[in-house]
């Protein structure tokens, strides 16, 4: 891990009731990816099942680290223009009177404020993403996946796809289509006819899954113990 970089990372307790229609093997397999992706560690192979739920988890996992990145140069930023002013002799008093009374607003912990931060920054953006939600169009998404390197995505299937389903997610509506393009192109959904030689996130054959069929299921099944 280098220098500045996040140590720490999130779980939500909205995964629980999607964790549960897991197994204990396969729980336990989802946590080691789980740690092996915060830690930049290879990643384990992991049945269809429980890499569609890692899927959910890594996207989350990715806009948590932006934001705490942002913050970090936003913070190292005001830095360089010096901080915060010094108070005046009165002010200081004051407030070494309240810290020594219990009455300071936050502790003085610079681990939990970030902590805090990236959090109440993580919800403003999920309600800024959610109320301002709007499909991508064709060109939209050829061009997100030019840039990201999907030369096997197909667009037109994608966008049907959802097109078709009012872009929903699951019983969700759609916040981030770029999350899920990436989703799709990871979990070889969206590959053109007759490719069997993977894409560029893998160096192995595609399996070949129904995952429409295997997300019904997850969602109306019992959990196994």
Not at 22 to 47: F, H, V, W
Not at 50 to 79: H, N, S, W
Not at 181 to 187: L, S, T
Request: with cysteine.
């Amino acid at each position: 891990m280098q220098s500045g970089e996040k140590s720490s990372f999130v779980l939500y307790a909205e995964y629980l009731k999607h964790i549960q229609k897991l197994n204990m093997k396969q729980r336990g397999e989802l946590l080691t990816a789980i740690l092996c992706y915060a830690a930049r560690e290879s990643m384990p192979e992991l049945d269809a099942a429980t890499d569609m739920m890692f899927g959910v988890i890594q996207e989350r996992m990715d806009r948590d680290y932006a934001a705490y990145m942002e913050k970090v140069e936003k913070r190292r930023e005001a830095g360089k223009l010096g901080g915060r002013p010094k108070a005046n002799g009165f002010s200081e008093k004051q407030e070494k009177a309240k810290k020594a009374n219990g009455f300071s607003e936050k502790q003085n912990n610079p681990d939990s404020d970030t902590v805090l931060d990236t959090v109440l920054d993580i919800k403003k953006e999920s309600k800024e993403k959610s109320s301002r939600f709007s499909p991508p169009t064709r060109q939209d998404v050829s061009e997100y996946c030019r840039e990201k390197g999907y030369s096997d995505f197909d667009v037109e299937r994608f966008i049907d796809y959802y097109t078709s389903n009012g872009w929903m997610v699951g019983k969700n509506k759609m916040k981030d289509w770029k999350a899920t393009v990436r989703n799709w192109a990871r979990q070889g959904r969206a590959t053109k006819p007759n490719n069997t030689s993977g894409n560029k996130f893998n160096n192995f054959s595609q399996r070949q899954y129904d995952y429409d069929d295997l997300e019904r299921k997850l969602l109306n099944s019992k959990p196994v113990n």
